[in-house]
């Protein structure tokens, strides 16, 4: 069954805007992780936040975890054209010992 | 660092035919690998959880017989498709998980580039 639930499905934007995704999940998590996959490519892990913490930064990326909503969102600020991707959110367990499960991700696109 | 190489990227075959793909985890040790496959514009589907050293195991409806997993060491494991056929065509990635080194990967994975196959 697939954890993470991304949500929108798509986003359409233009360059400078402020892109926001969300991620719901149905079980006690560890860490949620956000990836995001360029078409045709692998999925390169982005940030991880853990079930402890409310906010995270990386650059131009913020994470929000709230555990009693069971939900995450992404929200990248100043968006360029090369941030035109899909995007993915997983969810760790207790003990780490747990396999990535992925929703259908949200495809962003960026106009330049 | 923690890198996973995937190769080859793509692969076109005829149908029949068997391909292996192969992921090496470049400056770590890798005990467990997953395998992905992922249809266009869809989520990645877990096929099977790859063990160093031991049989691999397998998500329900995966055919064990048709995608064979082998991790012979703690830096490579493959996936063979065996008896290919057109809809075994998909894109496959690798994931391996990282326990240590940098906190930006720590309880985190790293994925391979994925590897298209188009069998004909």
């Known amino acids: 069954s697939q954890q993470g639930e991304e949500d929108p499905q798509a986003l359409s934007i233009q360059e400078g805007e402020n892109a926001t995704m969300n991620c719901s999940y149905k079980t006690s998590i560890n860490n949620l992780q956000w990836y995001r996959q360029n078409s045709g490519r692998g999925l390169v892990h982005l940030i991880l936040?853990?079930?402890?913490?409310r906010e995270k930064h990386s650059g131009r990326l913020r994470v929000t975890l709230d555990t009693s909503k069971k939900s995450s969102s992404l929200l990248i600020t100043a968006s360029r054209a090369a941030d035109t991707a899909s995007y993915f959110c997983?969810?760790?367990?207790?003990?780490?010992?747990?396999?990535?499960?992925f929703g259908r991700g949200t495809s962003l696109i960026v106009h330049p | 660092g923690a890198v996973v190489s995937q190769h080859p990227s793509r692969v076109i075959c005829k149908s029949g035919t068997s391909v292996k793909i192969e992921c090496r985890s470049l400056?770590?040790?890798?005990?467990?690998m997953f395998w992905y496959r992922q249809f266009p514009k869809q989520s990645l589907m877990l096929m099977a959880t790859?063990?160093?050293?031991?049989?691999?195991?397998?998500e329900q409806g995966v055919e064990k017989d048709k995608f064979l997993i082998n991790h012979a060491s703690l830096t490579l494991s493959t996936l063979t498709v065996t008896s290919a056929h057109p809809e075994d065509s998909s894109f496959y990635i690798c994931?391996?998980?990282?326990?240590?080194?940098?906190?930006?990967?720590?309880?985190?994975?790293?994925f391979g580039s994925g590897t298209r196959l188009t069998v004909v």
């Open positions: 936040i853990r079930s402890n913490e």
């Open positions: 790859s063990n160093e050293g031991s049989k691999a195991t397998y």
């Open positions: 997983a969810t760790g367990t207790s003990g780490g010992s747990y396999i990535p499960t």
């Open positions: 994931s391996a998980r990282v326990l240590t080194g940098s906190a930006l990967f720590l309880n985190g994975y790293t």
């Open positions: 400056d770590f040790q890798a005990t467990t």
